[in-house]
């Protein structure tokens, strides 16, 4: 997501004095005196008091530069839009974990949904280079979700899919969100592994953040989603192996 396409939350960001910057490709960390201090881009080294990471897919590659890994993978999802409906749909968000699938109303009378692949392996980030224009989904997922679909809204004829979206949710090693700062590398603070709900998350978790900048701890207790849980040696073996989503799933339950 860039942050303009939130209209809303672009200007208020910019009202407040935030410099956006979209595509703005970061290669590394700046350090001085043992604290992260600021980023190496593209257009030159920007110093900062602080630095919060949330680059999600990228997020592994990105700490390597600092030898701080974290036990994050990624797997692709994929989620289509319909071409408008005959009458809108006036239905809720619904969450169909049984039939592996998701669907609500989208602009325009359209509808969305997605469908889930468990058993596909992950996708691994190596390279800040990567972009997901590389990634793909089989082109049967479509029938399949459209015949689920249609189980579920067996009165309405589904138009034809006008718009296919394939990117990636990227889980932790125990299913849960990573969020805050890095203890061995002060300045550094992070917010990763929101798998599919991240737009969802990202209301409380800009506010943690933010506690923990201005005031060094958070309103609540978050430490269950400390960076420092994980310890090296259990993180280099789950970097190291080979896993499906299914298999962060299990880890989860």
């Avoid at 969305?112 to 082109?139: C, K, M, N, W």
């Avoid at 689920?148 to 969100?177: I, Y």
């Avoid at 409380?204 to 090296?232: H, K, N």
Wanted: aromatic letters at 8%; charged letters at 25%; proline letters at 7%.
């Amino acid at each position: 997501m860039r942050v303009r396409d939130v209209p809303a939350l672009a200007a208020k960001a910019s009202a407040l004095g935030v410099e956006i910057r979209e595509f703005e490709k970061v290669y590394g960390f700046i350090r001085r005196g043992g604290r992260v201090c600021g980023v190496k881009t593209g257009h030159g080294e920007l110093d900062a008091d602080v630095v919060i990471s949330t680059v999600y897919s990228w997020t592994s590659a990105l700490l390597e530069e600092v030898d701080a890994p974290l036990p994050v993978k990624c797997f692709v999802h994929q989620r289509y839009v319909t071409k408008p409906l005959a009458t809108p749909a006036g239905i809720p968000a619904v969450n169909a974990n049984p039939a592996g699938i998701y669907f609500r109303p989208a602009l325009g009378g359209r509808l969305l949904g997605g469908i889930e692949t468990p058993e596909r392996e992950e996708y691994p980030v190596t390279s800040l280079d990567f972009h997901q224009s590389a990634l793909h989904a089989d082109p049967e997922l479509r029938n399949h979700l459209r015949h689920r679909l249609q189980q579920f809204l067996p009165e309405r004829a589904l138009p034809a899919w006008e718009d296919e979206k394939v990117g990636l949710l990227t889980f932790s090693m125990d299913g849960e969100p990573i969020l805050g700062p890095i203890k061995r590398l002060p300045g550094l603070y992070v917010a990763v592994a929101f798998h599919s709900g991240g737009f969802a998350y990202n209301p409380a978790a800009g506010e943690l953040l933010a506690q923990y900048v201005a005031e060094g701890r958070t309103s609540i207790d978050v430490s269950a989603f400390s960076p420092d849980r994980f310890s090296r040696d259990e993180t280099q073996r789950y970097l190291a192996g080979k896993i499906a989503q299914k298999d962060v799933s299990l880890r989860r339950h």
